[in-house]
């Protein structure tokens, strides 16, 4: 069994640095130079300039060009930064050196690459994993869609220096009282003090650089169901990699999971569950479901309740060269992920339309608030998003449920189907 390890994006949270300006700003900056040296050279070849207020001295008429052109710098700068970023300030970092001036970010290399070829089967990991859970975010929100009868909020958003995002939210349905699938692409820098913390599991980082370019994609899924005999559901798969100056890759590897957690424990849904993430497994290598079993089981841990989120599922990440090549390891992740529908959907079909009472509504919205206590104080995803300057809040939080409740000193009855699921949330079970 692997060892629990942070994700290796904390490293990012404390050193992270501003990617490289791009070559829009660069063409701002070029921009406007050639404006202010033509305008300089108009105002000294026909000595004009612009009427000074009335009692002015107007013995500045020879100094005025050079005043002009030294605000017009300032000015036009800050307004091509604005422009081009989103930001009202420069940031405080230093110019970039002539190699990075003259070489293109791997940001606007993908976009070259989208514009003049597509996306096939010889593009490169990350374009092809991008493409990959965009389909699969619109297949899996057509399918609840049609379960719920009521469609998503669609927000797509842009990110100033590459990337962005498409979060797809749905709340008060007819079968889901909130529900969320959300995809992201982020480019950005990483610092060689990052580097550094990565190399602990990535060996193939350079640790001679003082920086690297990095890709990051990822589909999230949190499903929260209305009847309280319908399990709450998560997904998420992901792909991170780093670049060279030149565009090639550096380092790279896969991370992902789901897990199932039910408010009512019915064993054949726990069976079905597993025995569709074990299949998928089970097609790469057969070490794969224990392996990961186990981890989710560790990682999703509720410590000071000394409980399980949920019945579990599969978790893992680092997955890179050591552990098998990257086709592999992508079809891999590709089944994980096409196996959520046909595992999750007949349970939410034969659970959604029970009759409950409001006492099992109530276990529902304490079995909830388990399920914040652990996003919000274990979940290492959470804790890296909340701590990034400009990070959109509200996709973050969208895994938290829409009503949950805290019980003071609640214990559930002797014999009860709550104390059944507490026993299994305490002592993990091998459902297949």
């Known amino acids: 069994m692997h060892a629990i390890r942070p994700l290796q994006l904390d490293a990012v949270l404390t050193s992270c640095a501003k990617s490289a300006r791009s070559s829009a700003y660069r063409n701002a900056l070029s921009g406007r130079h050639q404006l202010c040296r033509s305008a300089c050279r108009r105002w000294i070849s026909d000595g004009t300039r612009p009427p000074l207020p009335p009692g002015s001295p107007q013995k500045t008429r020879v100094t005025a060009p050079k005043t002009r052109l030294a605000v017009g710098v300032v000015f036009v700068g800050t307004l091509a930064y604005s422009m081009f970023t989103g930001e009202t300030s420069p940031p405080d970092e230093p110019p970039p050196n002539a190699q990075q ?92 003090a990052a580097i550094a913390k990565m190399r602990v599991h990535h060996k193939a980082l350079d640790p001679e650089v003082e920086s690297l370019e990095f890709f990051a994609a990822g589909l999230s899924l949190v499903l929260h169901p209305i009847n309280p005999m319908a399990p709450t559901v998560h997904l998420n798969y992901r792909y991170f990699e780093t670049a060279n100056k030149d565009g090639t890759t550096n380092s790279w590897w896969f991370g992902g999971g789901t897990d199932l957690t039910p408010s009512y424990l019915f064993d054949e849904d726990a069976i079905l569950f597993h025995r569709g993430i074990k299949d998928a497994c089970d097609k790469h290598d057969k070490a794969y479901y224990p392996r990961f079993k186990q981890w989710c089981d560790d990682y999703f841990h509720v410590t000071h309740r000394g409980e399980r989120r949920g019945i579990g599922g599969i978790f893992f990440d680092d997955l890179d060269e050591s552990e098998k090549d990257q086709e592999s390891l992508f079809a891999f992740v590709q089944s994980c992920l096409g196996a959520f529908l046909p595992s999750y959907l007949p349970i939410l079909q034969r659970r959604k339309d029970l009759a409950y009472t409001e006492k099992e509504r109530q276990w529902q919205q304490l079995r909830r608030g388990r399920y914040v206590e652990f996003n919000l104080v274990h979940d290492r995803g959470t804790a890296f998003g909340l701590n990034t300057p400009g990070a959109r809040i509200e996709s973050i939080l969208m895994s938290l449920p829409l009503t949950a409740r805290w019980q003071y000193q609640h214990e559930p009855e002797k014999g009860s189907r709550e104390e059944r699921l507490l026993g299994v949330l305490r002592d993990p079970v091998d459902w297949v």
Do not use: H
């Open 101 to 192: 001036l003259q070489a293109p970010t791997i940001a606007e290399r993908d976009q070259l690459n989208k514009r003049e070829s597509g996306i096939n089967a010889n593009s490169p990991m990350r374009l092809r994993m991008e493409q990959f859970i965009q389909q699969n975010q619109e297949e899996i929100v057509q399918a609840l869609s049609a379960i719920d009868g009521k469609k998503f909020t669609v927000d797509k958003w842009e990110r100033p220096r590459g990337g962005g995002g498409i979060t797809c939210v749905l709340q008060d349905g007819n079968v889901f009282e909130k529900a969320g699938v959300n995809t992201s692409v982020v480019y950005g820098t990483l610092p060689r």
